[in-house]
């Protein structure tokens, strides 16, 4: 009898101590991996491990700057000048002594090489680059022309026997002021850009398919092309 009393007692004692084992084993706090095991942070490599910057080579590896070289071969010769003019394809420039030097004519389909930087020995004292041809006013007010290489001959390179003061080249016609203030022009003429109006002319600007004169009264006129209204002066 003594002996079950002494069970219960124990169970009773148990009982009302109410201290079960949930806290002994409880390791949420200690063991939780939302903090001390969390590598969301320190293990995350998209910061140290990005290369975007140090492995980019667009601005490093980037050749097309040093590479390029489209311009290296047709380049402006070296010295000085003292006039020049730019055609469509090439350039032409009058140095110190007179001469005539051109360059460029790398041409296209549509552009083939008429010779137009095949420039004459000579004294010039003005040039003009067309598209399809080049003149020079001469010392003695002659005109000479070159280029015209088929299928790009209009005639633009047969200057009239004048004595000229200053020229234009347009697309494939040609103009000329004379020291008598008459203004010729020569060449192709398929949309009248060659049909000089009668007039005095201090000078004269050739176009695509048109013609630009400044009288010596100030006034300017124009003519050929009037798509666009190219011809309709202020």
Not at 28 to 52: E, I
Request: one cysteine or more; proline letters at 5%; hydrophobic letters at 30%.
């Amino acid at each position: 009898m003594y002996h079950f009393q002494l069970i219960g007692i124990t169970v009773a004692v148990l009982f009302l101590c109410g201290c079960p084992d949930d806290g002994d084993d409880d390791s949420l706090p200690d063991d939780d991996a939302a903090g001390d095991d969390d590598v969301s942070g320190d293990d995350d490599v998209t910061g140290d491990d990005d290369t975007a910057g140090d492995d980019d080579a667009t601005g490093d590896d980037d050749s097309s700057a040093d590479d390029d070289t489209s311009g290296d071969d047709d380049s402006t010769p070296p010295g000085d000048w003292v006039q020049t003019s730019a055609g469509y394809d090439h350039a032409c420039g009058l140095r110190p002594d007179n001469s005539v030097e051109c360059w460029g004519c790398v041409f296209t389909l549509y552009d083939a090489d008429g010779g137009q930087c095949e420039a004459p020995a000579g004294a010039f004292t003005q040039i003009s680059a067309g598209r399809y041809s080049t003149c020079a006013l001469a010392l003695d007010g002659s005109v000479s022309c070159w280029g015209c290489g088929m299928p790009f001959d209009y005639g633009q390179c047969t200057p009239p026997v004048e004595t000229f003061v200053q020229i234009e080249g347009g697309n494939a016609h040609t103009c000329g002021v004379s020291w008598s203030g008459a203004l010729h022009c020569w060449g192709d003429n398929g949309f009248g850009q060659s049909d000089v109006p009668p007039g005095d002319w201090a000078q004269v600007s050739a176009g695509h398919w048109f013609t630009c004169g400044l009288t010596t009264a100030g006034d300017v006129e124009c003519w050929g092309d009037e798509t666009s209204e190219k011809c309709a002066v202020p």
